[in-house]
């Protein structure tokens, strides 16, 4: 597939909603490092750490996140994530390397409440991608749409323009499904940079998505950077979210997955066979600690 580049200037239609970038901390080598921020409570849900937070408390720390100006990014971790979190080497330490992680799987929250430090509920990119839309409109922030199909993208921006006023555009691309060259890359590089975004918002799949951020996220120097998944498919159209009560059921990949069969049915599949023994793992623990063998 082609490559499909876009930044702020070709974009006629959003023009008024395209401020000018935002002064970026990070451009003075000379400036004092910022204190570090104080650390969130966290738990441990089959072995991955998540930030016991709220939605309105990840948005707050990610405003906290851009105010300090050093790069960093943010986990939105679901069920796929942590299976991928136990079966591939190269996960833990993209994991242990974020400043924020979360809950975005309801099994992973209602997991967490057989301990004494649940998480406090769900907190789903799908609806974190426009508290962060709303949050850069007050605070004039520029946000960065990375991925995705062609035009999706583009369609995301520009919505989250319309409903969230105040929201810089700072770039738009769909780079296209294979490893760029190294100047394609460097070009790729330079265009973020001078975009001026607080945020870089990704669309490249798990784990893609969490692999590309960690290799480059430091030298790209945006304060926040966040795979989103299919949040742009969800906010362009070209992707439907559950029903609200699918939701709370805990089904939304029940519904994603009757969606998209062909393509989701291998994953889920994969997904619910980790979980099952995850949850059997959880039980013979829960005997041990009872002083009983399963043996006897």
Known sequence: MSAHFSTTH?????????????????????????????PLQRCNVWEVPFDRVTMSEAVDRIEQ?????????????????????????????????????????????WRSQLGSDALPERVAGSEMIHKLACRAG????????????????????KRLARDYPGMRIAGIESPPFRALSADEQAQQDKRIR????EILLVAFGQPKGERWIHEHYKRLGVPVSIQLGASFD??????????????????????????DPKRLVPRYGRNAWF???????????????WGMSLDD
């Open 10 to 38: 070709p974009i006629a239609p959003v023009s008024p909603v395209i401020l000018p970038p935002a002064s970026n901390n990070t451009a003075n080598p000379d400036r004092q490092q910022p204190p570090a921020l104080p």
């Open 65 to 109: 996140l851009v105010e300090r100006g050093e790069p960093s990014y943010v986990i939105t971790a679901n069920l796929n994530y942590v299976m991928l979190h136990h079966r591939q080497a190269d996960i833990p330490p993209i994991t242990a390397a974020a400043d924020l992680i979360l809950a975005d799987g309801q099994p992973i929250v």
């Open 138 to 157: 007050q605070k004039r922030w520029g946000i960065y749409f990375l991925g995705g199909e062609p035009g999706v993208a583009e369609k995301c921006a």
């Open 194 to 197: 001078d975009s001026g975004a």
């Open 234 to 259: 969800f906010i362009a159209g070209t992707a439907k979210r559950a029903p609200k009560i699918w939701q709370k059921l805990g089904a939304e990949w029940t519904y994603r997955m009757l969606s």
């Open 275 to 289: 979980l099952l023994q995850a949850l059997v793992g959880d039980w013979k623990q829960t005997v041990k600690r």
